[in-house]
């Protein structure tokens, strides 16, 4: 079993910055790829960023490549996304998912129904 608790959003003006964290509970985190994803009122929830257990490996959506950063603490037992050059598109709420793995590079999950675990999410608003 393993719980993720989300933190670190808020309200940004557009062309700003926020970092976003992940934090996991359990002793074998770098078994699982970890995701990101998000979902504004009245959408699905959409695939952002994932990353393999290892670190090594990163997968992003087309529409945040070169803004957004995934990244792990395998030590910590934490996962980010740092978020740059925000556009009020972006504002969504953001969760984090983990889908356990047998290796430490896989990394190209990018359907929610992959994930077996979720945390309760955190509120993105980037204003225009």
């Known amino acids: 079993q393993v719980q993720l608790v989300e933190s670190g959003g808020g309200l940004v003006q557009a062309g700003g910055s926020l970092r976003l964290s992940c934090a996991a509970s359990g002793r074998t985190f770098s078994s699982y790829a970890m995701g990101w994803f998000r979902q504004a009122p009245g959408k699905e929830r959409e695939f952002v960023a994932s990353i393999s257990g290892s670190g090594g490996n990163r997968y992003y959506t087309d529409s945040v490549k070169g803004r957004l950063t995934i990244s792990r603490d395998n030590a910590k037992n934490t996962v980010d996304l740092q978020m740059n050059s925000l556009k009020p598109e972006d504002t969504a709420s953001y969760f984090c998912?983990?889908?356990?793995?047998?290796?430490?590079?896989?990394?190209?999950?990018?359907?929610?129904?992959?994930?077996?675990?979720w945390g309760q999410g955190t509120q993105v608003t980037v204003s225009s």
């Open positions: 998912a983990a889908k356990r793995t047998y290796d430490g590079g896989s990394y190209y999950y990018t359907a929610a129904g992959q994930y077996d675990y």
